[in-house]
Nanobody, 122 residues
Framework: QVQLVESGGGLVQAGGSLRLSCAAS????????MGWFRQAPGKEREFVAA????????RYKDSVKGRFTISRDNAKNTVYLQMNSLKPEDTAVYYC???????????????WGQGTQVTVSS
């Protein structure tokens, strides 16, 4: 399994932006589809965005379309999540995930990072 380390979280005002990064090591990064999920207190972990191994296929949660952008750099073994126009309801711990294909169901994934906190104040 590839090891995943997220960074870039923090506290931001509503309408602001953050860029999350997830650095992978110990595996063949380009062989994994990568995803971002999030988990708010008291809620289940939910899908946010995912990108295929080549970057050609991308999926987003409906509520983040037009605001979030997922991308990857296979040369740097890193996946990114650019988050713009942030809302208080985006507040959560954001997790990076690696899988053999794009998946949107968290329980099907076993390879996770440790998470990074994103807090959006109103």
């Amino acid at each position: 399994q590839v090891q995943l380390v997220e960074s870039g979280g923090g506290l931001v005002q509503a309408g602001g932006s953050l860029r999350l990064s997830c650095a992978a090591s110990g595996g063949t990064f380009s062989s994994y589809a990568m995803g971002w999920f999030r988990q708010a207190p008291g809620k289940e972990r939910e899908f946010v965005a995912a990108i295929s191994q080549s970057g050609l296929f991308i999926r987003y949660k409906d509520s983040v379309k037009g605001r979030f952008t997922i991308s990857r750099d296979n040369a740097k073994n890193t996946v990114y999540l650019q988050m713009n126009s942030l809302k208080p309801e985006d507040t959560a711990v954001y997790y990076c995930a690696a899988h053999s294909a794009i998946v949107t169901i968290a329980r099907t994934i076993s390879n996770w990072g440790q998470g990074t906190q994103v807090t959006v104040s109103s």
